[in-house]
């Protein structure tokens, strides 16, 4: 996966009005952290990170004040409710090598079998390990022909080299069920037709 740079400043406000504040200039605050070192406080560029974020699991080159580079992942991000701009963002500081614990989106392809079957994503997102620097942007699973009653489990969802479950093997990811409401509808509109030539 490739990285994004992104030029960060250290900051020593804190609170809301501080916040309030950044978020003014079209900047995020942010807290780097891990590794047992103190958090670091930022402040981001607003258009770039939200361009970074884009990209689930996006490792970020951060330059802080032009002294120091880090290697982070997003581990939690807070967006206004109602107009969806970056409010908040903490970030993991990682390591080349080192194995990380995260979520990788799970998106499915192809048709069901035909008979009006829905899809279910029981996890939108496949918790796994990987290298810090090769976490997969997301796991692609085909649903081709599958009937009402068919599962995918986290076992079935092929992982490239290196990357592990972080989740029970037998755990469902996606499931297929059977349309109900068409067949309630249509047993509605024939109860209403007798009922009408019965008038």
Known sequence: ?????????????????????????NKVPGVLYGHGSEPLHLTLPGHDLLLALRTPNVLISLDIDGKTNELAIPKAVQRDAIKGFLEHVDLLLVKRGEKVTVEVPVVAEGELAPGGNLLEHVLNALPVEAEATHIPEAF?????GLAAGASVL???VALPSGVSLAVEEDAVVLQVLQAQV???VEGEAAAEGEEAAEA
């Open 182 to 184: 068409e067949e309630a």
């Open 1 to 25: 996966m490739s990285e994004v740079k992104i030029s960060a400043e250290s900051r020593t406000e804190f609170g809301k009005g501080a916040a309030r504040r950044i978020r003014r200039e």
């Open 140 to 144: 692609t699973v085909s649903v081709e």
């Open 154 to 156: 986290a076992k079935d």
